[in-house]
C-alpha cells in the first residue's frame, strides 16, 4: 500500500494535512517528529510532509529533529513551521517576521513550479506565521511571495523538496488541494487506490487480534461517531461486545427513546445493549459548577465511573471503545498542540480508568471519513448524516451552571429550530449546514410579554458550514426561517424572552459554546 508520512511537529491542522491526502486516495499517517530517518526508510513510505507546529527553529524551543531525513531521496513538503525547518536546516534564512500574517493573505505565485502550477497566478491563502523564510537555501527557487513574505513557496526540484508559508489543508486556501495533488500525485507519484473499505477491513482484523476472546464494553451515545464505532466492533467480535447508553439528562429532546429504538432489542442490531438512568447524579455533580473545563471534566469522569459500575454488572470486561474521532483529540491537545477544550472521552478522561485499554478505532478519522466509514458498513444513511452531539451534550451548549430547569429550556428550543430549519424548502437549506442547535446563554434581559416586564434568558441560534469540523463558517440563514423560529421560541418556551443568532467562524470561534 502506497504511504504518505505526515511528520507531526505539533500544530493545529496536523491531521487535517494527513485527511487531505487521503482525499486523493492515498493512505497518509501522522507520526511525531521524533521518528528516525533509519525507521522512516524501512516503512516505505512514498513521501512526507512536514507540518506546522506552535515552535521557532532557531533558539531554545526548537524540536530536536533527525536532520538525516533530508537524505532519504524521499520527496519533501514543509507547511507553514515545516517550511521555515526545511529552510534552516539547508542553509536559508528564518527570521522574526516584521509583520506576522494570520487568516486570508494574497498570495502571487512567480513563474513555473512543480507543485504550483495549476495554481492562479493571484490566489488566497490561509497564513499563520510569525517568523519567515527571509532568504532560500541555496539550490531552491522562490516560487510564490506575499506584500510581507518574501518566500511564501519555495522548491529545489532535483532534490525534491518543496516548501509553502501558507497552509494548502484548510478550506480558506482557496487552491490548497491543487497544491497537495500536486505533491502526492505529481512529485510523489502515488497512484491513488487507497479507498475508506479499506480502513474498515484493516480496523476489523486489528481489532480482533488486540480483543482475542476479551469482552468490550462501548460508551454509546447514539451520535453518529458512537455508533459507527459500535457497529464496527460488532462486526470484529460480535457478542463479545456489550453497549452501554448513559441517560445523563443533557440530551436532545426525546433523544434517549430514539436511540433505544435504533440499538435497543426492537433495533436494527443484534447487540447487547443497557440503558442507563443517570440524570439525577449527573445534575448533582455539576451543581454550582460554571467552568467550562470542569463542567467537561465532571461529565468525563461521571461516564466512565457509570461505565466501570456497569461493567462490574458485567463481569471482568477488558476493554473500553469510545468514538472519539480526530477533531476532538486535536482540541484537547495532541502533542505539543495546544488544549482547545477537553472532549469528555479524551481530556476529561480521569487518570485510572478500571479497564485494561480503552480502543478508539476512529481516533484518525474526521467527521466526514467516520461516516463514509458508517456507509461502508451498512449503516442507514438517516443515522449516518444525523446532527453530530457531543459527549457532554446539553452540558457545554449551557452557558454557566447546569441546572434541570436550563436544560428543559434549551431542549424545547433546540427542538423547535431542528424542526424548522429541516422543514424549511423540503429540506434542502439543512442539508447544506454542517451543524445547526440552540444554546442557552448565561444573560438574562428585560422584556414585554403580554404588557408585563419580564426578565429572562436569551437563546442563541448557530448553524456553521464545514466538512472536517476543524474550520467552519457562519451559515447565512434567512430572515424569514429565523424570524419564524424566533417567534415560536419566545411564544412557547417558558422563561426566553430574546433570540440571538452566532455569526461567529471557527476559528475565532469553536462550534460548540463551551
Known amino acids: 500500500m502506497e ?14 494535512i494527513a485527511r487531505r491526502v487521503r482525499e486523493n486516495n492515498v493512505y497518509a499517517e501522522v507520526k511525531p517528529y521524533t521518528m528516525s530517518a533509519g525507521e522512516i526508510s524501512d516503512r516505505g513510505y512514498k513521501g512526507i510532509i512536514f507540518t506546522g507546529g506552535p515552535n521557532s527553529v532557531y533558539g531554545e524551543s526548537a524540536l530536536d529533529y533527525d536532520k538525516e ?14 517550511a521555515q525547518l526545511m529552510a534552516h536546516a539547508l542553509g536559508g534564512r528564518v527570521e522574526t517576521a516584521p509583520t506576522s500574517e494570520y487568516g486570508r493573505t494574497e498570495v502571487d505565485i512567480k513563474g513555473d513550479s512543480r507543485i504550483l502550477n495549476d495554481v492562479s497566478r493571484h490566489t488566497i491563502a490561509w497564513m499563520s506565521h510569525t517568523d519567515y523564510i527571509a532568504e532560500a537555501p541555496e539550490g531552491f527557487s522562490v516560487t510564490a511571495s ?74 454509546l451515545s447514539g451520535g453518529v461517531d458512537s455508533s459507527v464505532a459500535a457497529v464496527l466492533l460488532s462486526k470484529a467480535v460480535g457478542k463479545q461486545l456489550t453497549c452501554v447508553f448513559v441517560d445523563h439528562g443533557l440530551l436532545r ?48 469522569e461521571e461516564f466512565i465511573r457509570v461505565f466501570e459500575e456497569e461493567a462490574k454488572k458485567i463481569g471482568a470486561v477488558d476493554y473500553l471503545v469510545q468514538g472519539t474521532i480526530y477533531p476532538d483529540v486535536i482540541e484537547s491537545g495532541l502533542g505539543d498542540s495546544a488544549v482547545i477544550k477537553s472532549h469528555h472521552n479524551v481530556g476529561g478522561l480521569p487518570d485510572h480508568v478500571d479497564f485494561r485499554e480503552i480502543i478508539e478505532p476512529l ?150 459554546f463551551e
Not at 3 to 16: E, M, P
Not at 280 to 288: E, T, V
Open 253 to 300: 429532546k426525546n433523544e434517549g427513546e430514539e436511540v433505544a429504538q435504533v440499538f435497543g432489542p426492537e433495533g436494527h442490531y443484534d447487540l447487547n445493549f443497557i440503558k442507563v438512568d443517570a440524570q439525577q447524579r449527573f445534575y448533582d455533580k455539576l451543581a454550582g459548577v460554571t467552568e467550562p473545563e470542569k463542567k467537561r471534566k465532571i461529565i468525563g
Open 69 to 82: 531525513i533530508f537524505g532519504l531521496g524521499l520527496p519533501i513538503l514543509g507547511i507553514c513551521y515545516g
Open 3 to 16: 504511504k504518505i508520512l505526515v511528520l507531526d511537529f505539533g500544530g493545529q491542522y496536523n491531521q487535517l
Open 363 to 512: 481516533r484518525m478519522l474526521f467527521k466526514d471519513e467516520v461516516r463514509k466509514a458508517g456507509l461502508e458498513l451498512g449503516i442507514p444513511e438517516k443515522l449516518v448524516f444525523r446532527q453530530p452531539f457531543p459527549g457532554p451534550g446539553l452540558g457545554i451548549r449551557i452557558i454557566g451552571e447546569v441546572t434541570e430547569e436550563k436544560v428543559k429550556i434549551v431542549q424545547e428550543a433546540d427542538a423547535i429550530y431542528r424542526e424548522e430549519l429541516e422543514t424549511y424548502d423540503d429540506g434542502r437549506l439543512a442539508k447544506t449546514i454542517g451543524q445547526y442547535f440552540a444554546g442557552l446563554t448565561n444573560m438574562r434581559s428585560v422584556g414585554v410579554m403580554g404588557d408585563f416586564r419580564t426578565y429572562d434568558y436569551a437563546i442563541a441560534l448557530r448553524a456553521v458550514e464545514t466538512s472536517d469540523f476543524m474550520t467552519a463558517q457562519s451559515a447565512k440563514l434567512p430572515w424569514d426561517l429565523l424570524e419564524k423560529v424566533t417567534n415560536r421560541i419566545v411564544n412557547e418556551v417558558d422563561h426566553v424572552n430574546r433570540v440571538l443568532y452566532d455569526c461567529t467562524g471557527k476559528p475565532p470561534g469553536t462550534i460548540e
Open 146 to 219: 506575499t506584500p510581507v513574505c518574501p518566500v511564501a513557496a519555495m522548491e529545489d526540484v532535483e532534490r525534491g523538496f518543496y516548501a509553502t508559508q501558507f497552509h494548502p489543508e484548510v478550506m480558506h486556501t482557496q487552491e490548497g488541494m491543487k497544491v497537495l495533488r500536486a505533491f502526492v500525485k505529481d512529485v510523489c507519484r502515488c497512484k491513488g487506490d487507497w479507498k475508506m473499505d479499506s480502513f474498515v477491513t484493516s480496523s476489523v482484523k486489528a481489532i480482533k487480534e488486540q480483543v482475542g476472546d476479551g469482552k468490550v464494553l462501548c460508551a
